[in-house]
């Protein structure tokens, strides 16, 4: 169940859509008609060879994993519209997706969801965004997570009270008070981090790991604004965020009332 922390979004401000351009759809379509879908050796070799391995896997044959190897995936797929097409299936952990090749990796929380998904896919197909997909076993076990640095190994499956939050289709602007918003009725914030090195993340610590675990536990998944803004919650590893002053972009509660330039609290 989507959950909708704000119904409206902010006023005066228009979603950021993708760039779109009707005349290279129009012709990308002319060249499928005429070459057709995954003939060519380019795509004939990705079929056989799993993102970051060597040419001789069979895809088909990989033994069962958590992490699922997504073929044929649409122009302009995001993150949410996969997690939407599967969630019939369970909870996914983790998206990757890489549009140059139009393919992706799924983590699924479990490995019955993963299987549930491919045996689904055997007999019926499965749509994102209208269009058949086609998902097997990756001959990965666990897709690598990112940092703020780019640095694999920023996540942890253990409980942490500092959350790294990950907004997909982010068509509003995602700024301190409304991740304040969305987060302090399910627990105390204290510091708030959001960058943009890997898409728009932030960093969200918590006076208790009880109180992060329960942020987690209602808001992964959600819509921040009604079918946008979707966030996927994870517990990072880091142990302590460092604040130098409150904006858009950085909060610390302990600054509001030395705020050298004398503005009001803005959660109070």
């Not at 004939?44 to 958590?66: A, N």
């Not at 549930?116 to 997909?133: A, F, L």
């Not at 289709?169 to 700024?175: E, S, V």
Request: aromatic residues 8%.
């Amino acid at each position: 169940q989507i959950f909708i922390a704000l119904a409206r979004a902010p006023a005066g401000v228009t979603p950021t859509n993708a760039p779109f351009s009707r005349s290279t759809m129009e012709g990308d379509m002319e060249r499928k008609r005429a070459v057709g879908p995954e003939v060519d050796e380019a795509s004939e070799k990705r079929r056989r060879v799993d993102v970051g391995g060597s040419e001789g896997v069979d895809l088909h044959h990989c033994p069962p994993s958590k992490v699922l190897h997504v073929r044929a995936v649409p122009d302009y797929t995001t993150q949410f519209d996969l997690m939407s097409a599967l969630q019939q299936f369970g909870k996914v952990a983790y998206v990757t997706l890489m549009p140059r090749v139009r393919q992706a990796l799924v983590e699924m929380e479990t490995l019955d969801a993963a299987g549930r998904v491919v045996e689904h896919n055997k007999n019926q197909s499965i749509y994102v965004k209208g269009r058949p997909t086609f998902f097997n076993y990756s001959k990965s076990q666990a897709i690598k997570r990112f940092n703020e640095t780019g640095v694999s190994g920023g996540v942890d499956d253990y409980p942490n009270r500092i959350l790294l939050f990950t907004i997909f289709n982010p068509l509003y602007p995602i700024t301190t008070d409304v991740i304040h918003k969305i987060c302090s009725p399910h627990g105390q914030v204290i510091r708030i981090v959001i960058f943009h090195k890997n898409g728009v993340q932030a960093m969200v610590e918590f006076s208790t790991v009880e109180e992060a675990v329960k942020v987690r536990e209602q808001l992964d998944g959600a819509d921040i604004y009604a079918g946008c803004c979707t966030v996927k919650i994870e517990f990072s590893k880091s142990h302590a965020l460092n604040v130098r002053a409150n904006t858009e972009e950085t909060f610390d509660i302990n600054l509001v009332e030395a705020d050298a330039r004398g503005s009001p609290c803005l959660f109070c």
